[in-house]
Structures are given as structure tokens and as C-alpha cells.
T-cell receptor, first 114, second 112 residues
């Protein structure tokens, strides 16, 4: 299994541009998550999904959109990039929502908005 | 609202020492707590997962404990090595939803 994969690894955007961060997992996990990590900080949840067709907001959803048309893919879209969105973005997945299952993380996408 | 705190933010110890990293959370109604390791510029690697019904989990030189009633978890690292240098994050899956809340991490440096 490849686990959780993310593309691209790095990206520089200009203010107002849009882009989609890709995330895929091949573990047949129900739950998928998008986090952002600012320098020296922990991870903040942007959006999450409990299954195909279902998404919900996390702590910091403003400026982002997600979709979950398949179990495997969970793309994150930035419509109008702002400097405040400069961060490292991590995608994660877990099998189901119960006490036993841990999260698995992708390698991250480092985004800079200038 | 669940909040997770990790103190200290940074720790530097000489090689060979045993050490303890702390994690506290405000809402004791959690499903589980997970400890991660993050190397600079890298993603997160899961170290230990403690279920809400458990008191501790062990993996090699690592031991994590959980005291739900007091809202605390500790990660014990025995006989520390320079390769243990990294940022250690704890995260709780709270009972309200599928959300997982992270602490801001402890940056650990082991001096040779």
C-alpha cells in the first residue's frame, strides 16, 4: 500500500490565485482529514469527511473547500489564495470513528502565498 | 471546547537520560489519545495510541500513559539517543465528533 499520498509537495501561489491540493489513500479508510500546520504550531483541522459524499467543517474552514466523491480521494481547494494561507498542509485518514483506529498522515504540501 | 496543551515547548537533554513529555487536555471525555513524532520538514509518524479504556501503551523505549480523570498523558522515553531529536505531538479524539485536536508539540533535542 502507498498509504496516504499528497501532491504537490511544494507550491508558490500569487495572491488571488486558486489551486487544488490532492490527497489520496489506498487503505479503504472511511475517514479523511485536512490539517494545516503553521510554523512552531500544532495542527489545526480544516475539513474532514466520514465517507464519500459527506464533508464537515473543522476549526479553520474559511477560505477552503473540499469534496469527497470517492472513498480514496479528498481534494482541498483554495479559491482566492491569501498570504494567511501560507502553511504546510497535511492530509490524514483513519479506518473508522471508534476508539481503536489511529490516523495515518501524508507527507504534506508546503504552500507559500506571495 | 477541547483544548490540548503540551509543556514544555522545547526540551534539551544529554544523551542517555530518561525523560518525560507532558500533554494535558481540558475535556476528559475522549475516545483515544495518540502520540506522534515529526521530524523537520516531514510528516507525522504515529508512535503510540492509547484507547480511552487503557492506562498505558509501550513500544520499545517509549511508554505512554493516560489519566483521563485528570486530563493528562505522558510520553516516557528511556535512554534517550540523538536520533530521538524531533518534535513530539499529542492528539486527542474527543467524544463530540470525529475531530482530532492536536497540541502544539514539544521540540526535543538530545545532545550527544
Amino acid at each position: 500500500n502507498a498509504g496516504v499520498t499528497q501532491t504537490p509537495k511544494f507550491r508558490i501561489l500569487k495572491i488571488g490565485q486558486s489551486m487544488t491540493l490532492q490527497c489520496a489513500q489506498d487503505m479503504n479508510h472511511n475517514y479523511m482529514y485536512w490539517y494545516r500546520q503553521d510554523p512552531g504550531m500544532g495542527l489545526k483541522l480544516i475539513y474532514y469527511s466520514v465517507g464519500a459524499g459527506i464533508t464537515d467543517k473543522g476549526e479553520v474552514p474559511n477560505g477552503y473547500n473540499v469534496s469527497r466523491s470517492t472513498t480514496e480521494d479528498f481534494p482541498l481547494r483554495l479559491e482566492l489564495a491569501a498570504p494567511s494561507q501560507t502553511s504546510v498542509y497535511f492530509c490524514a485518514s483513519s479506518l473508522r470513528h471508534n476508539t481503536y483506529n489511529e490516523q495515518f498522515f501524508g507527507p504534506g504540501t508546503r504552500l507559500t502565498v506571495l | 471546547k477541547q483544548e490540548v496543551t503540551q509543556i514544555p515547548a522545547a526540551l534539551s537533554v544529554p544523551e542517555g537520560e530518561n525523560l518525560v513529555l507532558n500533554c494535558s487536555f481540558t475535556d476528559s471525555a475522549i475516545y483515544n489519545l495518540q502520540w506522534f513524532r515529526q521530524d523537520p520538514g516531514k510528516g507525522l509518524t504515529s508512535l503510540l495510541l492509547i484507547q480511552s479504556s487503557q492506562r498505558e501503551q509501550t513500544s520499545g523505549r517509549l511508554n505512554a500513559s493516560l489519566d483521563k480523570s485528570s486530563g493528562r498523558s505522558t510520553l516516557y522515553i528511556a535512554a534517550s539517543q540523538p536520533g530521538d531529536s524531533a518534535t513530539y505531538l499529542c492528539a486527542v479524539r474527543d467524544s463530540s465528533a470525529s475531530k482530532i485536536i492536536f497540541g502544539s508539540g514539544t521540540r526535543l533535542s538530545i545532545r550527544p
